[in-house]
């Protein structure tokens, strides 16, 4: 699609400013402040695009509150990745029935990946009837405009058409601290691996211009954030798209140029996409962490073929290799799927086996969950629940005793942490991470939270460290 059509132009954004103003006045007419809940399920991605949606609802003049029932405005940022993800947002739906039969004014969106779904969509046109606006995240740049359109009009707002997606630049967005802050460099995903939704609801890959990009990042640096993380559902396929093209790598190399005392994270990286290059380029600039979530989904070939990743478990298996080579103090961490349609048992034991042999520092494991609409969809799948539980069983057994063998080695070490808030924990009151990210509960004085320090880690557990500042 023609570039220009994807990035918005200025007038777009700016009827959306005028829908903020309009907004401003009317929403205080109800309440002054107007008071909104925004619950966000899912990805890092998802709560990216919260913090765009507050940021709109504060520049229209809105306050925050932690519980639906006094809400003037309820937001629903949802996810479509599994069936779980869907079923507790339709729990959460029901439960507003009663905040709306008090409040009658209130108004209910529903935005976020399983919005952008028909099907999800038609059920909550008819049995969700106190829903106000369902729009999905390819129209999140319109969420001013859709309330505006509910608030005048006191009549139901859907915004779901499938498009390709779009860029907006200029629109607000409320950071959740002055620590960590999110970038995304790019939005929608074209890989079809053959399980996952997201293709279907987040639309074509489409880049954010590098300046833009570096300019978020400067803003960022300089105001003192400590840890960017540049966020795209794929982010190796960076800058196909761009007129003047440029990849990832380059990308990463501009930003580290950039002064400042923080660490630059990215997540995805598709494997098939993820090379010697980036490897490299991660080694050689000093504001990039030395980590990688580098999803490898499964151990076998054949599933890795029928799940259509674009590699096999040789090539994945070099990539870690280069990988490591590279950079030897890398963490690396992996997504992975167990119980694929038509997966055997010894097929998910040649996962065991190829996380044995990769020894992760941390994994994310899901048991396949049928997604409507995407080919795997419709292969049979002999397997019974029970089975595959036992294979997952058996994979976290696997995964737990790695991570516990890899955190013993970091006992007894003095490492740089950067403390990023408090745990609630009296004994260790801190919470902290490790350039690598890998979670650290310290202890230490609160006048460090936002600033780097020096731990000395004392003990571990499978999923976290344990420490004392030393300085
Ligand atoms: N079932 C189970 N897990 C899934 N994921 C994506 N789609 C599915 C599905 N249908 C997992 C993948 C992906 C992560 C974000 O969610 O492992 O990397
Ligand atoms: Fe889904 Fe695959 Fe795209 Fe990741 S790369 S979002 S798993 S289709």
């Known amino acids: 699609?023609?570039?220009?059509?994807?990035?918005?132009?200025?007038?777009?954004?700016?009827?959306?400013?005028?829908?903020?103003?309009?907004?401003?006045g009317l929403l205080a007419q109800e309440h002054t402040p107007p008071l909104a809940y925004v619950q966000t399920y899912g990805c890092q991605q998802n709560v990216a695009d919260s913090q765009r949606l507050m940021g709109m609802l504060r520049e229209m003049g809105c306050a925050f509150i932690d519980e639906p029932s006094r809400a003037d405005i309820v937001l629903i940022n949802t996810c479509a990745i599994r069936e779980n993800a869907e079923k507790r947002v339709y729990g959460a739906l029901g439960q507003l029935t009663h905040t709306k039969a008090n409040n009658p004014r209130q108004l209910i969106c529903l935005c976020g990946c399983m919005a952008q779904q028909e099907?999800?969509?038609?059920?909550?046109?008819?049995s969700y009837r106190?829903?106000?606006?369902?729009?999905?995240?390819?129209?999140?740049?319109?969420?001013?405009?859709?309330?505006?359109?509910?608030?005048?009009?006191?009549?139901?707002?859907?915004?779901?058409?499938?498009?390709?997606?779009?860029?907006a630049e200029g629109l607000p967005v409320l950071r959740e601290s002055g620590i960590k802050a999110w970038v995304s460099i790019m939005y929608g995903c074209n890989n079809f691996c053959s399980y996952c939704i997201v293709p279907y609801v987040r639309g074509r890959e489409r880049s954010r211009e590098p300046e833009a990009i570096l300019q978020e990042v400067r803003e960022l640096?300089?105001?003192?954030?400590?840890?960017?993380?540049?966020?795209?559902?794929?982010?190796?396929?960076?800058?196909?798209?761009?007129?003047r093209p440029m990849d990832f790598s380059d990308l990463l190399a501009e930003i580290d140029k950039i002064p400042g005392d923080y660490l630059v994270r990215f997540m995805t990286s598709h494997p098939k996409d993820a090379g010697e290059k980036l490897f490299s380029t991660m080694a050689r600039c000093g504001h990039?962490?030395?980590?990688?979530?580098?999803?490898?989904?499964?151990?076998?070939?054949?599933?890795?073929?029928?799940?259509?990743?674009?590699y096999t478990r040789e090539s994945y298996l070099e990539k870690v290799r280069w990988a490591r080579q590279a950079m030897p103090d890398l963490v690396?961490?992996?997504?992975?799927?167990?119980?694929?349609?038509?997966?055997?048992?010894?097929?998910?034991?040649?996962?065991?086996?190829?996380?044995e042999e990769v020894r992760y520092d941390a994994l994310f494991t899901f048991i396949y969950s049928p997604r409507p609409g995407t080919p795997a969809a419709k292969l049979?799948?002999?397997?019974?629940?029970?089975?595959?539980?036992?294979?997952?069983?058996?994979?976290?057994?696997?995964?737990?005793?790695?991570?516990?063998?890899?955190?013993?080695?970091?006992?007894?070490?003095?490492?740089?942490?950067l403390v990023d808030g408090e745990t609630g924990d009296a004994e260790w009151p801190l919470s902290a991470r490790t350039a690598g990210g890998r979670l650290v509960h310290l202890r230490g004085p609160k006048e460090l939270i936002g600033q780097y320090a020096e731990a000395e880690i004392a003990g571990r557990n499978t999923w976290a460290l344990f420490g004392s500042c030393v300085r």
Request: hydrophobic share 40%.
């Open 288 to 310: 990039v962490a030395h980590q990688l979530h580098l999803p490898v989904q499964s151990g076998c070939s054949r599933v890795l073929k029928a799940m259509n990743r674009g």
């Open 1 to 24: 699609m023609d570039r220009n059509a994807i990035l918005l132009p200025q007038s777009a954004i700016g009827r959306q400013r005028e829908a903020i103003e309009k907004l401003r």
């Open 221 to 243: 640096a300089e105001a003192g954030v400590k840890e960017i993380t540049l966020l795209g559902q794929n982010v190796n396929s960076y800058g196909k798209d761009l007129t």
């Open 119 to 126: 099907s999800a969509a038609e059920k909550v046109k008819k």
């Open 380 to 417: 049979p799948d002999p397997a019974s629940r029970q089975e595959k539980q036992v294979w997952f069983d058996r994979l976290l057994a696997s995964q737990n005793r790695i991570s516990a063998e890899i955190h013993q080695t970091y006992v007894g070490r003095r490492l740089r942490v």
């Open 130 to 167: 106190h829903v106000d606006i369902v729009f999905g995240p390819q129209a999140l740049w319109r969420f001013p405009e859709l309330l505006l359109e509910a608030a005048e009009e006191r009549h139901r707002v859907f915004s779901i058409a499938d498009e390709h997606g779009t860029i």
């Open 332 to 355: 690396l961490t992996s997504d992975i799927i167990i119980g694929f349609p038509g997966e055997t048992e010894a097929e998910a034991m040649e996962t065991v086996s190829l996380i």
